[in-house]
């Protein structure tokens, strides 16, 4: 058998180095959030517990401070809000793209130059808007905001999509008589799956994992999403149930990791297809 050569032992090192980096801290967390308080503080952190307490942990994690209605509005917000987007940003695209409509990359280039600037710019005048029309503390006004705030980099991703895709599969569609809508439905969703798929789960993860906006346009746990819930969390428990933070922290990390190991193939096929036209 030919042994390795430097280069591939050295890229296996830091490969293996890399998962050992990673798995650590996942490795603590999950024993520590399987250890009672006492068990906690009375032993290093990096011991296994001495009792079996997570399924308790997360329990009072899910109970307490509102964290699985958090975890429920965080799912209605990524899941609308990610789709919702797409869906707005797949007919954007195509009107810029390929009607090439007047005006419509001076359209795009004003829809995007608001994710230029920095999130922290919108905190005040959203918060008065909302204030202002009766958003705020709701799930459509939180709905509403997630769907706006991920549209321009789907507009992006997918304008740029669409320009690859040859003239001639519309041509030949509006021959056979097919609408412009029909077209889109057609033969660019089609195409496109790939291509959406990575951005559902570009903008779940961040809608996932937004804390700013779920605090600031929110007040009461029935709205809040889980990060927002789980800073409720640790504001009632503090440090005497670290245990029961850390157990809601896998369930706030658990949806994560589903999605990303669940729909890895689509996600690299999608990552290189994008690379590749975008």
């Known amino acids: 058998m030919k042994a390795p050569s430097l280069k591939a032992t050295t890229v296996y090192t830091c490969l293996a180095l890399a ?16 250890k009672s308080s006492s068990d906690f503080f009375s032993r290093p952190f990096y011991d296994v517990p001495t009792e079996f307490n ?56 004003a829809v995007f130059s608001g994710t230029v600037f920095p999130l922290q710019m919108y905190i005040v005048p959203l918060f008065k808007m909302y204030n202002t029309i009766g958003l705020y503390d709701s799930r459509l006004g939180m709905i ?29 569609a509006l021959v056979e008589g097919a609408t412009e809508a029909r077209v889109l439905r057609s033969v660019y969703a089609p195409l496109s799956i790939s291509a959406c798929l990575v951005l559902f789960l570009f903008q779940f993860t961040w809608i996932w994992n937004d804390l700013l906006f ?5 007040s009461s746990s029935s709205v809040r999403p889980v990060m927002a819930s789980l800073t ?10 670290l245990p029961v933070q850390l157990a809601g922290a896998l369930i706030a990390a658990s949806p994560m990791l589903v999605l990303f190991f669940g729909f890895r193939r689509f996600f690299t096929e999608g990552l290189s297809l994008v690379a ?3």
């Open 19 to 34: 998962a050992l980096l990673w798995v650590l801290p996942v490795w603590w967390t999950l024993i520590n959030a399987d």
């Open 54 to 109: 997570l399924l308790a942990n997360i329990e009072t994690a899910w109970t307490a401070a509102g964290l699985g209605t958090g975890f429920v509005n965080s799912l209605i917000y990524g899941v609308v809000g990610a789709a919702a987007s797409i869906v707005i940003a797949s007919f954007a695209a195509y009107a810029i793209s390929v009607l090439r409509i007047r005006g419509g990359f001076i359209i795009f280039l």
């Open 144 to 172: 509403l905001f997630y769907t706006a705030i991920s549209v321009p980099f789907c507009t992006l991703v997918l304008r740029g999509f669409y320009t690859t895709v040859p003239g001639e599969l519309r041509e030949a």
């Open 214 to 218: 779920g605090i600031v346009l929110t």
């Open 232 to 241: 409720s969390l640790m504001g009632v428990y503090g440090g005497s149930s």
């Open 276 to 278: 590749r036209r975008g």
